[in-house]
């Protein structure tokens, strides 16, 4: 290892302890004390593990014209099947699909959904959704709001080449991989996002 | 190999222009025998543009709301913000080349922009003011 390398990686790793140290002092925190747990368990830097990409080529197809194919692992199985049940008025527009097609991708989302896939992006969603709710948005999740909830209005809702926080691509540009890391996000118009 | 490269590149995109032109006859040739005909593409062009008031959201839309007003360029969803790709088949070969994709369009497209289905005379004008882009 050449030595710019490894002051960059002494360095980074300098800022990850910073950071779950800032982390541990947050009270606000404490919902997702398990993921640093988790991130401790390796004893090394985060692992930049995701969700479980889609697989399944039908929910593709069907789903990712107008909206990213958000990844099943992102809700629980009981917001799939009442989405899946409403797609006449689904967020005021009308996605009906065949019933063979709305089977098919019904089935897919609830195989593969948060609570049965065990990874830590599904656990935390989970954890942060009310045993009694079925959230029918990711945005909704405790998670997802916690995660974002330091973005400010211009650069997604007031930002032309974001628009809303549905467009998860247009900054998690490996999204599509299942990633949303956060040290991967560039926000259109913005650059880099790290907090 | 370059050449030969090249070569195939340009014959596999003209096939596609092909398949794509032969699935909006056989379109077209369907609107007509519902009655429909003959197919203007200035017709179509002014229903691509025709504003409707979109009750749910509360503005008028029209189709350039999510294709973009550059049929050549990506445009992008007018609630999600998703990139839909560029409709003008010159730039982008893959488009109309599904006869049941491009009726399943016209029935969700219609429905949300003007309230009710398109009838085959709409159709047929919109798809050959479409496949001259």
């Known amino acids: 290892m050449n030595r710019k390398k490894f002051m960059g990686v002494m360095l980074l790793a300098g800022c990850v302890t910073v950071a779950m140290a800032t982390l541990g002092w947050s009270g606000e925190d404490e919902r997702w004390e398990h993921e640093r747990g988790e991130r401790g368990e390796h004893g090394v830097l985060p692992v930049t593990s995701g969700v479980e990409p889609v697989m399944n080529k039908t929910y593709k197809a069907e789903c990712s014209a107008c909206h990213f194919a958000y990844p099943a692992g992102l809700l629980p199985e009981r917001s799939w099947v009442k989405i899946m049940n409403n797609l006449d008025d689904h967020f005021g527009d009308n996605a009906s699909l065949n019933k063979e097609t709305r ?3 019904e089935n897919y989302l609830r195989g593969h959904a948060a609570d049965h896939i065990p990874n830590r992006f599904s656990r935390s969603i989970l954890r942060s959704v009310d045993e009694n709710q079925t959230p029918m948005r990711i945005t909704e999740t405790g998670y997802f709001v916690h995660k ?7 650069m997604v809702a007031d930002n032309p080449q974001v628009k809303s926080f549905s467009n998860c691509l247009a900054c998690h ?3 599509t991989h299942g990633s949303f890391d956060e040290h991967g996000v560039r ?3 913005f650059g880099r996002w790290e907090d | 190999m370059k050449r ?3 070569a195939v590149t340009v014959l596999l995109s003209a096939q596609a222009a092909v398949a794509s ?19 203007n593409a200035a017709n179509g062009e002014a229903m691509w543009q025709k504003q409707h008031m979109q009750e749910k959201l509360g ?12 049929l ?11 990139r839909i790709e560029a409709l003008a088949p010159s730039v982008n070969p893959e488009r109309f080349g599904d006869a049941e994709k491009i009726e399943k369009w016209f029935g969700r497209n219609c429905t949300w922009t003007w309230g009710r289905e398109c009838t085959a005379q709409e159709k047929g004008d919109i798809l050959t003011f479409l496949k001259a882009q």
């Open chain 2, 21 to 39: 032109e032969a699935v909006i006859q056989g379109q077209l040739e369907q609107y007509r025998s519902q009655g429909a005909g003959p197919f």
């Open chain 1, 148 to 154: 974002h909830r330091e973005i400010p209005a211009r």
């Open chain 2, 72 to 82: 050549k360029e990506a445009g992008s969803h007018i609630k999600t913000g998703k």
């Open chain 2, 59 to 70: 503005k008028e839309v029209n189709c350039a709301s999510c294709h973009g007003a550059n």
């Open chain 1, 187 to 189: 926000i259109p118009g």
């Open chain 1, 103 to 105: 089977e098919t991708i």
């Open chain 1, 173 to 175: 540009s490996s999204a």
């Open chain 2, 4 to 6: 030969y490269m090249l």
